[in-house]
Nanobody, 125 residues
Framework: QVHLVESGGGSVQPGGSLRLSCVASGETYINACMAWFRQTPGKEREAVAGVTSFGAKNYADSVKGRFTVSKDNAKITLDLQMNNLGLEDTAVYYC???????????????????WGQGTQVTVST
């Protein structure tokens, strides 16, 4: 069993920045695949960014150039630096973990067996 805890959410004005962190504990695997997803009310949960088991970083088109994902394999943490935030980035952000993934499969939500409780990010004027 893997336990995930997210932190770093909050409120920010458009154009601002936030940094999310996720810490994994329990029966973790050093080369696990970890990713960030987000969801707004009434919408499907969507992939945001992730790091594959081979260390490849992947991003949704909507966040490319603005968000940076990083993973610490020693500490089993996943961070998401979010810059130039827009109103459309408002959502609950979830950290997810699975033992293995590649770049072509990191967005497949059903393959992630472990999820954090979520952290709210609100971008408003």
């Amino acid at each position: 069993q893997v336990h995930l805890v997210e932190s770093g959410g909050g409120s920010v004005q458009p154009g601002g920045s936030l940094r999310l962190s996720c810490v994994a504990s329990g029966e973790t695997y050093i080369n696990a695949c970890m990713a960030w997803f987000r969801q707004t009310p009434g919408k499907e949960r969507e992939a945001v960014a992730g790091v594959t088991s081979f260390g490849a970083k992947n991003y949704a088109d909507s966040v490319k150039g603005r968000f940076t994902v990083s993973k610490d394999n020693a500490k089993i943490t996943l961070d998401l630096q979010m810059n130039n935030l827009g109103l459309e980035d408002t959502a609950v952000y979830y950290c997810a973990y699975r033992q293995f993934c590649q770049s072509w499969s990191w967005m497949t939500q059903s393959e992630y067996l472990n999820w954090g409780q979520g952290t709210q990010v609100t971008v408003s004027t």
